[in-house]
């Protein structure tokens, strides 16, 4: 259970009454949180780590959570540094956190060109240690953005800032056991790593080369009860012949927009779980949880004072179409002297996510960034792959522009259907699909909206955060 008074994560982990039973797994190894308490994955060199600006660069997922379970509270800041990011960028990240010391499972040659002095190796093998940790210090986490082709943003956050939407995990039956389909070096796996740490419960990670069946199969082997992802990883988890070798009893869905044709599938698929999307960004932080089964959210949450107290005053609001949050779980700032700035004069985060209000309801429709201009009318790309994915015969979509001389652009859309035609008539079988999807899209769109063609596709391309590879994105 989080320990209110916990000034870091190995405090929180040191001050929960039984860690017994309680694991972190990979896909070929695991560690007993039990073992923490008695050693270290550092050996003997993390006092050497005091006060540093550590950049935690392992290859593997599990040696990044033992890592950041030791230094919180012992470094002056913690640099998650994602396994994508581009060595041309790295020189970057380290000048501008300050970094002086850098965490890794690989070799010092790894970084010959970083001109860090310190590297300290760290690994899945707890060495057995009496040392005596000190009062822990505030430590700085940050985060790297994704999404751009320049150098990513970095994002500060704190223990409290991060765990700030984390409520104990009480007396429990059964023991939980959570996984995600993110990274934890990302801002939606980070939040996964905490509830795992601090809820009483286990956590299974993934792994990037592992195929998805294979890592469904391992959720089961390990009975995980709560699994969370992105719209596209569960709409990849879901066709995979492995989808049923789990049975979560919580299902959760964040980093895109939840339409409602995921959500009903999840539903069908898992009827046995709780199924929920949530609101949360790098920057932002965990806005909220939508748990009633729909697409979008309810108006009450940007106006009712009682929601903000549900969700320890988080206050929302709309402005110019676009959400924006003010709450203890938002970052502080961006790191460098030169980074835009990140909270408004409310003390805001506007998040560029473009909201719809229908009824009494919320809808969000894109990103202000990732808008299409059809001859000077807007689409949002999301807008018309929610359309497209609601047809049955549909698992998921991407919709995009192509060049047109007349526009400036056009709407196209490629899609991966739940099963490809492959029986005598195959050719005449696609073309029917295609004029029944066009045809759902003219009884629900305007007109520019509507995509000029659709393209049948085995996949689509799926980046490492979880979300669909968009243009401009």
């Not at 994955?41 to 959570?65: F, I, K, M, P």
């Not at 965490?103 to 707890?126: K, M, Q, T, W, Y």
Request: proline share 4%; aromatic share 6%.
């Amino acid at each position: 259970m989080l320990q209110n008074h916990a000034r870091s994560l190995c405090d929180s982990l040191g001050g929960a009454s039984d860690l017994s039973g309680r694991f972190i797994w990979a896909s070929d190894a695991g560690v007993a949180l039990s073992e923490l308490t008695r050693g270290s994955s550092l050996g003997d060199r993390l006092a050497e780590l005091c006060g540093r600006s550590v950049l935690v660069a392992t290859t593997d997922q599990l040696t990044t959570a033992l890592a950041l379970i030791e230094l919180d509270g012992v470094a002056r800041r913690l640099i998650l540094c994602p396994a994508d990011l581009s060595v041309k960028h790295r020189a970057h990240v380290i000048a501008t956190a300050e970094v002086d010391a850098i965490v890794s499972d690989r070799d010092a040659s790894a970084f010959e060109d970083c001109n860090v002095d310190l590297h300290v190796i760290c690994s899945p093998g707890i060495t057995p240690t009496d040392e005596a940790r000190d009062a822990p210090r505030q430590t700085e986490w940050i985060m790297l953005t994704s999404g751009t082709t320049g150098a990513p943003k970095m994002v500060v956050h704190n223990f409290e800032s991060l765990t700030a939407a984390i409520k104990g995990g009480g007396n429990q039956a059964s023991p939980l056991v959570w996984a995600t389909f993110y990274d934890i070096r990302r801002y939606g796996g980070l939040q996964i790593f905490f509830r795992g740490m601090l809820g009483g419960g286990s956590l299974v990670l993934s792994c990037a080369h592992e195929p998805i069946g294979d890592y469904l199969e391992r959720l089961g082997a390990h009975r995980v009860t709560h699994l969370t992802g992105t719209p596209s990883h569960w709409r990849r988890a879901i066709m995979s012949p492995s989808a049923r070798a789990i049975s979560p009893q919580y299902v959760r869905l964040s980093g895109e927009i939840a339409d409602q044709a995921i959500l009903d599938s999840l539903h069908s698929f898992y009827p046995q779980a709780k199924v929920a999307h949530a609101y949360a960004s790098t920057e932002a932080g965990v806005g909220f949880e939508v748990n009633d089964g729909r697409e979008g959210f309810p108006s009450s949450f940007i106006t009712s004072s009682h929601h903000q107290r549900q969700n320890r005053n988080v206050d929302m609001k709309v402005v110019d179409g676009s959400l924006r949050i003010r709450s203890s779980r938002t970052a502080t700032r961006y790191l460098g002297h030169e980074s835009p700035t990140l909270l408004d004069a409310e003390g805001c985060v506007d998040t560029g996510d473009l909201l719809e209000l229908r009824g009494d309801r919320y809808y969000f429709v894109g990103r202000r960034g990732g808008i299409i201009n059809v001859g000077g009318l807007k689409v949002h790309p999301e807008e018309v792959e929610a359309v497209i994915n609601r047809h049955p015969e549909v698992r998921m979509s991407l919709v995009r522009s192509r060049k047109n001389p007349i526009t400036g652009a056009i709407v196209v859309a490629d899609v991966v259907l739940q099963e490809e035609p492959s029986h005598a008539g195959a050719a005449d079988r696609a073309a029917d699909l295609k004029r029944a999807i066009m045809q759902a899209c003219r009884d629900t769109l305007p007109e520019h909206k509507v995509p000029a063609s659709i393209r049948f596709v085995a996949s689509l391309e799926v980046g490492t955060t979880g979300k669909l590879v968009r243009q401009n994105a």
